[in-house]
């Protein structure tokens, strides 16, 4: 039994060099063939996006990049603080923006009560370029819910960078300041980035198969994916819940892939940043932090809310 799982773990970590070996050339590769994967109007380029997009060759390729990064950064601290400034401003750059979804949410709701409940109008047409855009008031008040997915989905990372998200804290609070960078580095490798490439491997082949026809899923090999490539059409999802309801429910699969992807990227920068303040000491804590500055009485009640 224990030769069985010497030879076994000897196996898998074989498999692992490999893969990551055959990441450098996948990588040089993708690099000098651009047009292999970005010519959409070709199918055989789509094909190889859905196919790479959700698979163990790009897995290994962005795991050997976190490991050349994290190797170069330790050597030169200041490639990782690039990394770390470069995340959270764009975490919280694409947070504040979308934030705003939540005044047109309000706005919008307001506009439909006005004009169903009191002009009692069915229908808002919009045309301010020309071309006029008419739908059911029901589908502008299913509309809704994207705007809150959007907010959900894209300011999650803003609100992890400004430390809003809710902690139940048993043991965290006790320890050393040593200890919570360990255990924060640990949350990040073991905890957020497992679950959400878990998520990301879901979400992209959930996207796929409501834009295109044939379907795909994650069982689909390369060679079953270039048959289908040859019937292969756009086939945008555009069914409601409701006849005149909102249709264009496909960018909620979207908001769950994008919301992985800015969230792994956050991981990758609370990884760093905690990695970087322990090996700098208590003089790196919160360096580059682009926090919201609060007033006094704001920062009361978010102080009593913690």
Not at 214 to 243: C, H, M, Y
């Amino acid at each position: 039994m224990e030769e069985a799982g010497a030879t076994g773990l000897w196996g898998a970590l074989v498999w692992i060099g490999t893969q990551m070996g055959q990441s450098l050339g996948n990588i040089a590769w993708t690099i000098s063939h651009p047009m292999a994967w970005l010519n959409w109007s070709d199918p055989k380029a789509l094909v190889r996006v859905i196919y790479y997009g959700g698979s163990v060759e790009l897995f290994f390729a962005l795991f050997t990049l976190f490991l050349a990064l994290t190797l170069v950064g330790l050597w030169r601290h200041q490639i990782l603080w690039a990394y770390v400034r470069g995340a959270e401003a764009l975490g919280n750059g694409v947070g504040r923006i979308f934030a705003w979804a939540g005044l047109l949410m309000v706005l919008q709701q307001t506009m439909i009560v006005f004009l169903q409940r009191i002009f009692l109008v069915s229908e808002i047409s919009i045309g301010p370029f020309g071309k006029v855009f008419t739908k059911d008031l029901s589908w502008f008040s299913e509309e809704l819910k994207l705007y809150n997915a959007a907010v959900v989905a894209l300011c999650c990372g803003y609100t992890f960078i400004q430390g809003g998200h809710v902690r139940v804290d048993l043991v965290y609070g006790r320890l050393s300041r040593r200890a919570k960078k360990i255990v924060d580095m640990a949350g990040a490798l073991l905890f957020m980035i497992p679950s959400l490439v878990l998520m990301w491997l879901y979400s992209w082949y959930f996207l796929w198969r409501h834009l295109i026809t044939p379907k795909v899923s994650a069982s689909d090999g390369f060679t079953q994916l270039e048959r289908k490539a040859r019937i292969l059409k756009w086939n945008v999802e555009t069914i409601g819940f409701s006849p005149n309801g909102f249709n264009a429910y496909f960018l909620f699969k979207l908001l769950i892939f994008l919301f992985c992807v800015l969230m792994v990227i956050q991981a990758i920068a609370f990884f760093y940043r905690n990695l970087l303040e322990l090996r700098e000491g208590p003089s790196s804590d919160g360096r580059y932090l682009g926090r919201d500055q609060l007033n006094d009485e704001t920062a009361e009640r978010a102080a009593e809310l913690h």
